[in-house]
């Protein structure tokens, strides 16, 4: 499981191999601090999924599902780096006194540090047309997908802009390419990509691919910029923690569980290697 089978198992498919077999791409949902549960499915996947590796066109996502994505694709080495940060990052929201809206915290500065210290030198080379970033127009709030980033820096700005909550991280948009942005959670949380299957995975319970499991006897579903949640109890007390981080023991869990969920969408795939 060393750092070099990762890499290797995230070249990309050669031309032959994607003739003869179905693309597969992988798209992880806005999610906020639960981001840590695409992280655990994440390991998941370039520990026991080569067959879907294999196979893997592109990675797409919204907020902390772009950020797991942009990981996926530039550096897949360092996951462990990125749970790490995202633990610090939570303990640091959970020690302010109105967690990320408190006065003086500069919530995007602290995102950015952790996307800077991650990020390969070559990532915008790595990411173009094999990440899509979903991201929302702060005047017109209409959505686009970003897959095209002419240098890092201009790839940091995307993943910027889509995890910028106005308010929450802060008051004034993220500017990408001369224009103003914010979190493309708005407006699509869980991009399709058009060419191949997307396997989706969210932290919430809902119909996507690697999901927790709904355990109540109601399976309402409401669509929240197109990804499909169960309405439930278990999935407000998520998205609550998903912007006000729970303790390092519980997103442990969630990372955990994110991980278990992804195995188990592999077995019944017949993918597990």
Request: aromatic residues 10%; hydrophobic residues 40%.
């Amino acid at each position: 499981m060393g750092s070099f089978q990762w890499s290797c198992s995230l070249r990309a498919p050669s031309v032959a191999t994607v003739l003869t077999m179905t693309v597969l791409n992988l798209s992880f949902a806005a999610c906020g601090f639960l981001g840590i549960y695409h992280l655990g499915a994440a390991g998941a996947f370039l520990r026991h999924g080569n067959k879907l590796l294999g196979s893997l066109g592109a990675c797409a996502g919204a907020s902390a599902g772009a950020l797991v994505a942009a990981v996926m694709i530039t550096a897949p080495d360092k996951l462990e780096e990125c749970k790490d940060f995202t633990y610090r990052f939570a303990q640091s929201v959970r020690e302010q006194q109105f967690g990320a809206m408190t006065p003086g915290y500069n919530f995007m500065l602290t995102l950015r540090e952790g996307i800077e210290e991650i990020l390969p030198g070559d990532a915008h080379s790595l990411a173009t047309e094999r990440l899509h970033v979903s991201i929302t127009h702060s005047r017109s709030g209409r959505n686009h997908i970003v897959s095209r980033f002419t240098s890092r820096e201009e790839l940091v700005k995307a993943l910027l802009a889509s995890s910028f909550v106005p308010v929450y991280a802060g008051l004034k948009p993220v500017e990408f390419r001369g224009q103003k942005w914010i979190d493309g959670g708005f407006t699509d949380s869980l991009p399709i990509l058009p060419v191949g299957r997307t396997i989706t995975v969210s932290p919430f319970a809902g119909l996507q691919d690697v999901c927790p499991v709904h355990r109540g006897r109601f399976h309402t579903q409401l669509k929240l910029a197109n990804m499909n949640v169960t309405l439930s109890v278990e999935n407000i007390k998520r998205l609550n923690r998903a912007l006000f981080p729970p303790s390092t023991s519980t997103m442990h869990f969630f990372c955990e569980q994110g991980f278990d969920d992804a195995v188990r969408f592999l077995r019944r795939e017949a993918w597990m290697s």
